[in-house]
């Protein structure tokens, strides 16, 4: 592949450092503590989303720093995976920065999903809404009572009755589900449970407001609820939504899905690449800043060889990263399943790795909320879990190996 950025992805990349450094990081401190405030409770319906986050968000728009992620002239800006790359990773160094750009999780992947996927009708109800940054949505596809590491498991059903479906089943780690501009969940359910393992499984629409949904509770992370986003538990009982909800039919769920995943993993990689570049950077200053027993921190207990591996971990996952970007953009996603596996095992531990290094500088400093790093961490190993466990990636990698051979 050819390593060097294309004029296109160079323009927008150095157009959204500008925007970071002039918008984004002189408040982050600032948004941070006050949406703590705002949000540092369990009662997610009276959550609120920091009045300066819509502010930067017009910002945005205004300078054609919206929608960067959808591959479309017209809706997006036409990048390709390896040209947004670089783009989803200067927005990973500031937790809320996606966000600003409309370029977060999992919206960009439900909008993908509406957009590769979804009928002319879909769209015009739910992704025009999306991509103006109107409302928000959900996903709900792990589900409590279930081993969901392996989703052929998923015990949600999705049946016809007449020109309906009616869903019933419960969902949780169903991400944004306490924003207060949720209104649409993508719900996968089983729809065909004769059928071969890979061809049981739906997704369809489920606006929140329809009869039966109800929100259980916001889920912890780590103990933080990630407000005003959330992670949610909700029940569906004999939830009925019009047949036309359904994304291209019964059945299709999984063909669906790894459309939908394998971008989703390098913007979700991206983002934690930049996570690892922004812990390294407040690393190195503090422990240049800092002195402890005659010598500035950095120069103590070996704190420079860890500096010098984190680098190198960084570069090494970035590299296997836009590796599994282009090979999607060439060869598409089906060709691309060992390298798209492998950053998702790689690129979170690298990120656990060298945030818990920046913390380690940082003493007591680090694990506050005075600082990044201790969402950094949250975001690092609650990844090693999101769109599938490590296991479960080595082990398709392990697979598809095996059967060069066989």
């Known amino acids: 592949m ?19 450094e002039q918008h984004v990081f002189p408040v982050e401190a600032q948004l941070l503590q006050e949406n703590h405030k705002l949000n540092d ?33 017209e809706l997006g800006k036409g990048l390709s995976c390896v040209d947004y790359a670089p783009l989803a990773e200067e927005m990973g160094k ?12 999992p919206d960009t992947g439900n909008m993908e999903v509406l957009y590769h996927f979804g009928s002319k009708a879909q769209q015009e109800q739910w992704l025009k809404p999306l991509l103006a940054g ?26 016809e009755d007449g020109d309906e479906v009616v869903v019933n089943g419960r969902k949780w780690w169903t991400t944004g589900l306490g924003h207060p501009n949720a209104e649409i969940a993508i ?27 109800k929100i259980e509770r916001m889920l912890t992370a780590c103990n933080d609820y990630d407000a005003p986003y959330g992670h949610g538990e909700m029940s569906l009982h004999n939830v009925r939504v019009p047949k036309s909800n359904l994304i291209m039919g019964m059945g299709k769920g ?49 704190n420079q060889e860890r500096i010098s591996q984190a680098r190198m ?3 090494q996952a970035r590299l296997l990263t836009l590796n599994a970007a282009w090979k999607i953009d060439t060869l ?5 399943m060992t390298e798209i596996s492998a950053i998702k095992v790689v690129v979170p531990n690298m990120l656990q790795s060298v945030v818990d290094m920046a913390i380690q500088m940082h003493g007591g400093a680090g694990v506050s909320g005075d600082f990044p790093l201790a969402f950094f961490a949250t975001m690092a190993r609650t990844l090693r879990l999101a769109d599938g466990p490590d296991e479960v990636h080595m082990g398709m990698v392990s697979r598809l190996e095996m059967k060069k051979y066989l």
């Open 254 to 302: 999984f063909a669906i899905a790894q459309g939908r995943l394998g971008p989703g993993r390098i913007h979700h990689c991206m983002r934690a690449i930049g996570a690892a570049e922004r812990s390294l950077q407040l690393a190195i200053l503090r422990g240049m800043s800092r002195e402890a027993f005659g010598k500035p921190i950095i120069k103590l207990g070996g």
């Open 41 to 73: 409770h369990g009662d997610w319906q009276k959550w609120q989303v920091h009045p300066q986050i819509n502010v930067l968000k017009e910002k945005a728009k205004a300078e054609g720093l919206w929608n960067l992620f959808l591959p479309d002239v």
């Open 134 to 159: 109107k409302i928000r949505s959900v996903f709900g596809m792990t589900e409590p009572d279930v081993a969901s590491s392996d989703a052929t498991n998923m015990a949600c059903t999705i049946v």
């Open 2 to 20: 050819n390593f060097e950025h294309s004029e296109i992805c160079q323009d927008y990349l150095a157009r959204v450092k500008a925007f970071m």
């Open 187 to 213: 719900v996968m359910g089983l729809s065909n449970p004769e059928a071969e393992k890979h061809s049981r499984h739906a997704m369809v629409l489920v606006p929140l407001n329809t009869p039966g949904v």
């Open 313 to 315: 971990a960084i570069d």
């Open 332 to 336: 598409g996603v089906k060709q691309a």
């Open 94 to 105: 500031c937790m809320f920065a996606p966000e600003i750009f409309n370029c977060n999780a």
